[in-house]
Nanobody
């Protein structure tokens, strides 16, 4: 069992930066690919970024590539999302997620139901 708790959301202006953090419980953190999804009002959940369990790399949605950076610390059981040059269209509830033994790229096309664990979410609002 893995529990995920996000923090760091808030209200910022376009062009600002924000850092989201996710703390995971459980002793098998290193066997889970960790990632971030988001959901804007009236839209489906959308993959944002993933960091592979194997250390083989990271993967990003095209909409955030070059602006967002995901990082994980297996010693601390944390995964962060550094968000720079934020845009109003980045406004959403951001969810920390975990999937056992999947690649970050596979997570990007995975149905929501195939994600093993979800956090409660943290709201990011970007004003123009």
């Amino acid at each position: 069992q893995v529990q995920l708790v996000e923090s760091g959301g808030g209200l910022v202006q376009a062009g600002d930066s924000l850092r989201l953090s996710c703390a995971a419980s459980g002793r098998t953190f290193s066997t889970y690919t960790m990632g971030w999804f988001r959901q804007s009002p009236g839209k489906e959940h959308e993959f944002v970024a993933g960091a592979s369990w194997s250390g083989s790399g990271t993967y990003y949605a095209d909409s955030v590539k070059g602006r967002f950076t995901i990082s994980r610390d297996n010693a601390k059981n944390t995964v962060d999302l550094q968000m720079n040059s934020l845009k109003p269209e980045d406004t959403a509830v951001y969810y920390c997620v975990a999937r056992y033994l999947a690649s970050a790229q596979a997570m990007s096309v995975m149905p929501k139901g195939n994600i093993d664990y979800w956090g409660a979410g943290t709201l990011v609002t970007v004003s123009s």
